[in-house]
């Protein structure tokens, strides 16, 4: 396994959208591995391929004081709440900045495991959050797509960071 640079905002790879896995082979499991790898390294809650300058749809996901990784391969949000609001998030790719972002209070996507199953996952509140902020990775969107003006981006100091989670 091994660790893989982030790539930031300026790269164009951020701003394209992801292939579709056709097959889960070996270099897809080495993928996963590195990716939590990473995640586990940055102290991320949520990392999607295109950060580490692979175009796949690819994404991994580890809530704080959660043992398990929620592996998603070609993400797709099938099912929104009627309610949304504002939430404060900030970037992998964009490290030292925040902004608050309207999302859905709760999504459902399906996606196949890392095993190739067929899955559904719900998430609420925060999981509901990051899973927007990765499915849109996947898509080419960045959170700051999101912003009416990039006056709305705030600089942040290193303990917010840490409160904002990394994803
Ligand atoms: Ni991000």
Redesign the pocket.
């Known amino acids: 396994m091994a660790v893989m640079p982030v790539i930031k905002m300026d790269n164009p790879l951020l701003h394209r959208k992801a292939k579709k896995v056709s097959k889960i082979d070996d270099s897809i499991q080495k993928l996963i591995d590195d990716m939590v790898e990473t995640m586990h390294d940055i102290e991320g809650v ?3 391929a295109p ?1 580490v300058g692979v175009p796949l749809q690819v994404v991994v996901i580890q809530l704080p004081d959660e043992e398990d990784v929620i592996t998603l391969i070609n993400p797709e949000i099938v099912k929104t709440s009627e309610e949304s609001e504002m939430m404060t ?6 490290p030292g900045y925040r902004a608050d972002v309207k999302r859905f209070t709760s999504v459902t996507v399906k996606a196949r495991d890392r095993q190739g199953k067929l899955i559904r996952i719900k998430g609420d509140d925060f999981l509901a959050h990051v899973l927007q ?2 499915v ?2 996947i898509n080419g969107i ?2 700051v797509d999101h912003l009416e003006s990039m006056d709305k981006l705030e600089e942040t100091e290193a303990e917010d960071e840490e409160e904002a989670g ?2």
């Open positions: 949520g990392l999607a950060q998030e900030g970037c992998l790719s964009l902020h990765e849109d990775h960045v959170y990394g994803i």
